[in-house]
């Protein structure tokens, strides 16, 4: 793959997530937390996570992305008669950071990356310490998500 700038990178980019990405907000019920080593507690309220992911066939083009843009990879299991499928995707900061570069550039998604943003803006503590403004306002922008993510 020839592109030759960072402003080229984020144009491809932005087009394989207008057809290939996911962008949206997830909402993760109160639930029991069991972490590795530790006991396990209760999240009492209601938890909301940005999301932005690439699923595709094509390992080169996941790897691609990975290495120009950070984030993680993954795998879904291999079902019978299907190819393997590869899953990047970013969270955090790192989300914020390359969906302010990316929103200039989508053109199916940008609504969803503009309302990822915004939701971006209400994070700074999770968990328990959320008040119920917050929590208000995260749910106000995930079910604008989940609308348009219903349309597409």
């Known amino acids: 793959m020839n592109l030759n700038n960072r402003r080229e990178k984020l144009i491809y980019l932005a087009a394989i ?69 590869y899953r990047w995707h970013i969270f955090g900061s790192g989300l914020e950071s390359l969906l302010t570069e990316l929103e200039p550039f989508l053109f199916i998604k940008k609504q969803q990356a503009q309302i990822l943003l915004k939701y971006r803006k209400t994070v700074n503590k999770t968990g328990h310490l959320i008040n119920d403004n917050i929590l208000s306002i995260r749910k106000d922008l995930w079910l604008q998500c989940k609308s348009l993510n219903k349309l597409g």
């Open 17 to 85: 997530i207008d057809g290939e990405g996911s962008i949206g907000i997830e909402l993760l019920s109160p639930c029991k937390i069991k972490r590795k080593g530790k006991e396990e507690w209760q999240r009492k309220k209601d938890y909301y996570a940005g999301r932005l992911c690439v699923i595709n066939t094509n390992k080169p083009l996941i790897d691609w992305i990975h290495k120009e843009f950070g984030g993680s990879i993954n795998f879904r299991t291999k079902q019978p008669n299907q190819k393997l499928c």
